[in-house]
């Protein structure tokens, strides 16, 4: 069993940063490939980006391509999510995800995650 908490929503104009945190506990994290997905009101769940837990493979929604990065800190069972020239249209409570699986893979679809963290809001005001 694997716990996540996010952390670092908030409220925040157009243009600005946030860091999201996920922070893991229960089995090993570092053999856990994690994602961030994120949900807009009426709108179903969307993949934001993932990264594997070995050689730190990553994988971006076009949408978020070029602004976000996420990162992995192993020894600190977090992952990140940080989010540089953000827009009104990335509003949603944004979850991270885990699943064990192989050292290099990434998965992209909701249904692959076995674990889910309860969310962080963010708003992002034009």
């Known amino acids: 069993q694997v716990q996540l908490v996010e952390s670092g929503g908030g409220l925040v104009q157009a243009g600005g940063s946030l860091r999201l945190s996920c922070a893991a506990s229960g089995r090993t994290f570092s053999h856990y490939s994690m994602g961030w997905f994120r949900q807009a009101p009426g709108k179903e769940r969307e993949f934001v980006a993932g990264i594997s837990w070995s050689v730190g493979i990553t994988l971006y929604a076009n949408s978020v391509k070029g602004r976000f990065t996420i990162s992995r800190d192993n020894a600190k069972n977090t992952v990140y999510l940080q989010m540089n020239s953000l827009k009104p249209e990335d509003t949603a409570v944004y979850y991270c995800?885990?699943?064990?699986?192989?050292?290099?893979?990434?998965?992209?679809?909701?249904?692959?995650?076995?674990?889910w963290g309860q969310g962080t809001q963010v708003a992002v005001s034009s």
């Open positions: 995800a885990a699943v064990q699986t192989s050292p290099v893979v990434v998965f992209s679809k909701p249904a692959s995650y076995d674990y």
